[in-house]
């Protein structure tokens, strides 16, 4: 999903200042903070998958993706590589809580001789739970500026920026710069560095060959690190914090299902009940009782209500009514409500422990708990979860998980529809749905996990401090979110309702309608006009499930219909980006195999519903 106001892609002139860092250090939030920009800012890894940039001082400020180090192993790293390799500074942002971990990437940095400067960040969490470190002995280990600061907050952020500019190289390691020395001559020593510890693509860019020596040159930098560790670090309170034990709580299978299921029931209860009852009845019934009538009776004192421009504007799929009353009437309260829900797990922390908890679950078919992660999302936006399966191990994973938020995970805003229309059928149906959803899933993925050549990798996630979750960021996600959903689904939306307005003027629509009679009345047994729902979805889901609300069905066929959209491919967007990340190919294969299976299960679950309800 794009933010508001950034650019990404080749910065302009001025120094590059690149902020770097191990995944969850809190890179974006102080970018943020430098550029007056926002991007997204979460307390899980993973977060920032590509660059980012933006101005500071008349300088440009890159984000780079999370990495543990520049071994050029997946595209992150890569990307990295790149950015650092071209920086003039470098603000390495270092979380407290891990120094131990972090000051792996920053000695790299150091090791390439480019000006840096560190940025100890979360020391105000580190405080809380009984870690002091001595930041002028760790500046005079490194040999380079050290800064505390807490991101979140602000604190350190006026120090920050003024040593940014008095950032140093550190202090130099003799025995490396003896290996490097004969490189020199072809090329500066960052770039030499990393040939040295065995970097194929800079090697064969000089025509040298790759060191051998990588593994020798790390385990030498990890015992450096392990060092200053012993030094600057000290226990002061070894007791755990109440959301330290509450953490813990939420792994241990026997504390954590039930948490879960808390936490599931707490969101039904806001977005099922609260809003899609009560908010959405109050929303639509104005948009119904006051919006529409006033539209139609302004448009009837122009131009005719026989007429087929006021049909297309304010007919049964009218350009002006239909398009607006969806949007704002009945999409938007439930979708800022599932962005809210979404902004909450994120930030709190709890998402990488769902997945923790989940691993031997998710194992099952074919995936490892962190594959959780892009499955949650997707119930947010299908087209982000799908970018987000990056951070998955294996290309085996990544294509497992893609083929499951395409067959069987809804957006939110078609959740947040799903929800309104099945809660109105009773909490049966409700409960039926999620059952056949998870069916489906654990059937896919059982399959795919079996046939596809590999195994699952073995889970290997930071699990962030549980934090209580800033408002101000919250808000910022949420609105952010909801916003940007509402700015590209108009466009969309005013498009398929026109179509549709056009299409049933002229009677084109009545005549679709008969040749999908066959999937449609015979093999789902749903009314004839459903092929519209159908036609609509294949627009964009959620738009289609809307309009589920405006036909007279019964209960099983409500159901159905929801159903049978849930597991159709996702909107466009998303099918656009499944093609990016897995090819045309295999894209167009998913595609067609995830729509196939819906209307084959449609048709499955409406013959053992009939039996089972006789």
């Not at 020798?216 to 007791?239: F, G, L, P, S």
């Not at 239909?322 to 979708?335: N, S, W």
């Not at 309702?497 to 015979?522: C, E, F, K, M, N």
């Not at 597991?567 to 595609?591: D, H």
Request: net charge neutral.
């Amino acid at each position: 999903m794009d933010n508001s106001g950034i650019k990404a892609g080749n910065p302009a002139a001025g120094k590059k200042i690149v902020l770097a860092g191990n995944p969850n250090v809190g890179k974006s939030a102080l970018f943020n903070i430098l550029t007056g920009l926002y991007v997204d800012v979460s307390n899980y890894p993973g977060t920032t998958l590509d660059m980012t940039c933006g101005r500071y001082n008349g300088d440009v400020i890159i984000e780079a993706p999370g990495v543990y180090g520049l071994s050029s192993m997946n595209d992150e790293e890569k990307i990295t590589r790149d950015i650092i390799l071209a920086a003039d500074v470098v603000v390495n942002v270092v979380n407290s809580l891990h120094l131990d971990r972090d000051l792996f990437f920053t000695l790299q940095i150091i090791d390439m001789g480019i000006p840096i400067v560190v940025a100890l960040n979360m020391t105000d969490e580190a405080m809380q739970v009984g870690l002091e470190i001595n930041i002028n002995l760790l500046e005079k280990l490194l040999g380079v500026p050290v800064v505390p600061i807490a991101a979140v907050s602000g604190a350190g952020i006026e120090e920050l920026k003024d040593k940014i500019y008095s950032a140093r190289t550190g202090h130099v390691n003799l025995a490396l710069m003896e290996k490097m020395k004969m490189l020199l001559s072809k090329m500066n020593r960052r770039e030499a560095l990393l040939v040295i510890e065995g970097d194929a693509k800079l090697s064969e860019c000089y025509g040298v060959q790759p060191g051998t020596e990588r593994e020798a040159i790390y385990r030498a930098r990890r015992e450096n690190v392990n060092r200053i560790v012993a030094q600057v670090v000290r226990e002061i309170n070894k007791d755990a914090s109440i959301a330290a034990r509450l953490g813990n709580w939420m792994l241990l299978p026997v504390t954590g299902f039930p948490l879960l299921a808390l936490t599931l029931w707490a969101v039904y209860e806001l977005v099922g009940v609260f809003l899609a009852q009560f908010v959405v009845d109050l929303t639509g019934g104005f948009m119904s009782g006051y919006y529409e009538p006033a539209v139609r009776s302004l448009l009837s004192g122009v131009i005719s209500p026989e007429g087929v421009i006021y049909s297309i504007l304010a007919g049964q799929y009218g350009l002006l009514t239909l398009t607006v009353t969806y949007l704002i009437g009945l999409l938007f309260p439930l979708v800022l409500g599932i962005f809210f829900v979404l902004s909450i797990l994120e930030d709190s922390g709890y998402m990488p422990r769902i997945a923790t908890l989940l691993d031997r679950t998710l194992t099952g078919i074919g995936l490892n708990g962190q594959a959780v992660i892009p499955l949650l999302l997707g119930f947010g936006c299908v087209t982000m979860a799908c970018i987000t399966t990056r951070i998955l191990g294996s290309d085996r994973e990544r294509r497992i998980a893609i083929f499951l938020l395409a067959l069987g995970v809804p957006c939110s805003a078609q959740m947040a529809i799903i929800t309104a229309v099945l809660a109105g059928s009773g909490v049966s149906y409700m409960l039926l749905y999620m059952l056949f959803m998870l069916f489906m899933i654990v059937g896919a993925g059982t399959l795919l996990g079996r046939f596809l050549p590999g195994r699952p990798f073995p889970l290997l996630i930071e699990l962030p401090p549980l934090r209580l979750p800033g408002a101000k960021n919250v808000w910022k996600k949420t609105w952010g979110r909801s916003y940007q959903f509402i700015k590209e689904a108009f466009p969309i939306f005013a498009g398929g309702t026109l179509l549709l307005g056009i299409l049933d003027v002229y009677g084109v629509l009545h005549q679709l309608r008969y040749l999908l009679a066959p999937v449609t009345v015979s093999w789902l047994h749903l009314p004839e006009e459903v092929a519209d729902i159908f036609i609509m979805g294949f627009i964009r889901k959620e738009f289609g499930a809307a309009a589920v609300l405006n036909l007279q069905m019964l209960p099983l066929q409500k159901f159905v219909v929801m159903l049978t959209l849930s597991l159709t491919v996702p909107c466009i967007a998303s099918t656009m980006v499944i093609f990016k990340e897995r090819g045309w190919r295999e894209g167009l294969l998913i595609w067609a195999a995830v729509f196939a299976t819906a209307f084959i299960a449609g048709g499955l679950a409406t013959r053992l519903l009939e039996i089972w309800l006789v």
